[in-house]
């Protein structure tokens, strides 16, 4: 089983709607949480750390639910430049530190 | 700050052939990290480092080596490639901000052939 997991998508909607992303997380040492994004052909660029009580940022909003090892993140008005492939990160804090992605969650917007 | 360099962008090898991808920092970050991405498949981590002199493996190893002389530098070497090495290969490195939040910065990758 794959430490970050997450849907594959494609997920593809309209302009204007809310979408949202989870992605569940399977070692208990886990303890940072992170959304990137990577457009075609790029680097990953960090879109927002992921904290407890949950966060917001403009449109996105991020949770973690650590009881069920899941983080979610929630796209509001989407816009045609939201279109990239979403990826959750997590740090795990073990006899050593190491950052694992997830395989990443494609989402399209059409006008 | 040049942020995170990675050489070369491109590369073309053949089977057996050895070569080393280089990475450098400028941001005094501790942490490094290689990373190889196919389609379909995200992500994988290859080698990590906490600090000069500190290596240790990641999710996919096999294959690679690397080195941790300094700060700055990290590099991947691949001793033997294989057509199963080609790959999109990016390198990473991050520091714990003041708040713990830590943000990791990506060199622009290196694209990888091997024939």
């Known amino acids: 089983r794959k430490e970050v997991e997450q849907d594959p998508g494609p997920f593809n909607v309209p302009e204007g709607a809310t979408v949202a992303f989870n992605c569940t997380y399977s070692n208990s040492a886990s303890q940072s949480f992170f959304w990137y994004r990577q457009d075609c052909r790029k680097e990953p660029k960090l879109l927002m750390s992921v904290y407890s009580s949950g966060n917001e940022d403009g449109r996105f909003t991020a949770q973690l639910n650590r009881a069920s090892q899941y983080i979610s993140l929630l796209i509001r008005d989407s816009k045609l430049s939201d279109s990239a492939t979403y990826l959750c990160v997590v740090r795990v804090y073990s006899s050593a530190s190491k950052i694992i992605f997830g395989s990443g969650t494609r989402l399209s917007i059409r006008p | 700050n040049a942020g995170v360099t990675q050489t070369p962008k491109f590369q073309v090898l053949k089977t057996g052939q050895s070569m080393t991808l280089q990475c450098a920092q400028d941001m005094n970050h501790e942490y490094m990290s290689w990373y190889r991405q196919d389609p379909g498949m995200g992500l994988r981590l290859i080698h990590y480092?906490?600090?000069?002199?500190?290596?240790d493996q990641g999710e996919v190893p096999n294959g690679y080596n690397v080195s941790r002389s300094t700060t700055e530098d990290f590099p991947l070497r691949l001793l033997s490639a294989a057509p199963s090495q080609t790959s999109v290969y990016f390198c990473?490195?991050?520091?714990?901000?003041?708040?713990?939040?830590?943000?990791?910065?990506f060199g622009p990758g290196t694209r990888l052939l091997v024939l």
């Open positions: 990473a490195s991050s520091y714990s901000g003041a708040s713990g939040e830590e943000t990791q910065y």
């Open positions: 480092s906490v600090g000069a002199g500190i290596t």
